[in-house]
């Protein structure tokens, strides 16, 4: 599930990508006659530097969504061993549930 840093984080990258493409477009259309000397080199440090900050935003939001992904996978994996040992614990068979277990007595056939 997204929170709130990760919306900051993507308006973030998306503000610093819009810039970039934005100081890209209007650089070589409409800037073009007018960037000499240390202007241009001012201009263009800028839109790289937007550049590279979109592409540090988006490494530092892929690593954030990976271990977010590796500790939901934890919990699951440990809510998933905690289940089959309470199942075992009540002489049950861990793998299948009430619902899907139509060998047992009690448990819902759907034939019937």
């Not at 990760?6 to 007018?34: K, P, Q, S």
């Not at 000499?36 to 800028?46: Q, S, T």
């Not at 540090?56 to 040992?85: G, K, P, S």
């Not at 861990?94 to 619902?99: E, M």
Request: charged share 25%; hydrophobic share 45%.
């Amino acid at each position: 599930m997204a929170q709130p840093a990760d919306a900051r984080r993507r308006w973030l990258g998306l503000f610093c990508l819009t810039m970039a493409g934005g100081m890209l477009i209007w650089g070589l259309i409409i800037f073009n006659t007018h960037l000499k000397g240390f202007v241009f080199l001012f201009y263009w440090a800028a839109c790289f530097l937007f550049t590279i900050l979109a592409i540090v935003i988006a490494l530092f939001d892929m690593r954030a969504v990976r271990r977010r992904n590796r500790a939901e996978q934890e919990d699951l994996l440990r809510a998933t061993l905690t289940e089959i040992q309470r199942a075992k614990q009540e002489g049950r068979d861990p793998v299948l549930s009430d619902a899907e277990d139509h060998t047992r007595p009690g448990g819902k056939n759907p034939d019937s």
